[in-house]
Antibody, heavy 118, light 110 residues
Framework: EVQLVESGGGVVQPGGSLRLSCAAS????????MSWVRQAPGKGLEWVAN????????YYVGSVRGRFTISRENAKNSLYLQMNSLRVEDTAVYYC???????????WGQGTLVTVSS | QSVVTQPPSASGTPGQRVTISCSGS????????VNWFKQLPGTAPQLLIY???QRPSGVPDRFSGSKSGTSASLAISGLQSEDEADYYC???????????FGGGTKLTVL
């Protein structure tokens, strides 16, 4: 069974840090560009960052550039998002997802909630 | 305000055909393919259409996509109650180097 499982969400104060993880099973993570996508409560989807299959290219939405870092460990079939200097507006459910090879399948995790609040 | 625009809401009665538009620019939809996602409350998005008009296996042929210039559309024919959901278009923006989602369209089946 194909699965993406996120973990690491929680409540953090403004200015704090969190590291999200995404563990893949049932498919080879290294075959895909991977992304983090977030959804603030009651709002639409917002793409946050992506990373190429071999980790050689990374892109970020402007609002998180310089604060968030995406990385991957293909040997562990895992994706990560290091989030520093968190802001209240970063509060959202964070999903990991495949964003390439659409004809081969598109996979999403169940999401992990990050709440930034004092 | 998203750089890719969708109507916030759409509606139809069972059996009807509805379309959802997605308007972008020459740096995103005009340059790259469009994907469409369906999202039910509290669940992860599900891919409906990729590369403008391709359906993943398992997606009914009631769903179809098209693109012309800097705009794209999702059409749903034979509307069913289970189609009530939020729908998002997305395309890669070559100027911003980001995936840009539309703001989403809430479809109501009356």
């Amino acid at each position: 069974e194909v699965q993406l499982v996120e973990s690491g969400g929680g409540v953090v104060q403004p200015g704090g840090s969190l590291r999200l993880s995404c563990a893949a099973s049932g498919f080879t993570l290294s075959s895909y560009w991977m992304s983090w996508v977030r959804q603030a409560p009651g709002k639409g989807l917002e793409w946050v960052a992506n990373i190429k299959q071999d980790g050689s290219e990374k892109y970020y939405v402007g609002s998180v550039r310089g604060r968030f870092t995406i990385s991957r460990e293909n040997a562990k079939n895992s994706l990560y998002l290091q989030m520093n200097s968190l802001r209240v507006e970063d509060t959202a459910v964070y999903y990991c997802a495949t964003t390439s090879g659409w004809s081969s399948g598109n996979y999403w995790g169940q999401g992990t909630l990050v709440t930034v609040s004092s | 305000q998203s750089v890719v625009t969708q109507p916030p809401s759409a509606s139809g009665t069972p059996g009807q055909r509805v379309t959802i538009s997605c308007s972008g620019s020459n740096s995103n939809i005009g340059r790259n393919t469009v994907n469409w996602f369906k999202q039910l409350p509290g669940t992860a998005p599900q891919l409906l259409i990729y590369n403008n008009n391709q359906r993943p296996s398992g997606v009914p042929d009631r769903f179809s996509g098209s693109k012309s210039g800097t705009s794209a559309s999702l059409a749903i024919s034979g509307l069913q109650s289970e189609d009530e959901a939020d729908y998002y278009c997305v395309a890669w923006d070559v100027s911003l180097n980001v995936w840009v989602f539309g703001g989403g369209t809430k479809l109501t089946v009356l």
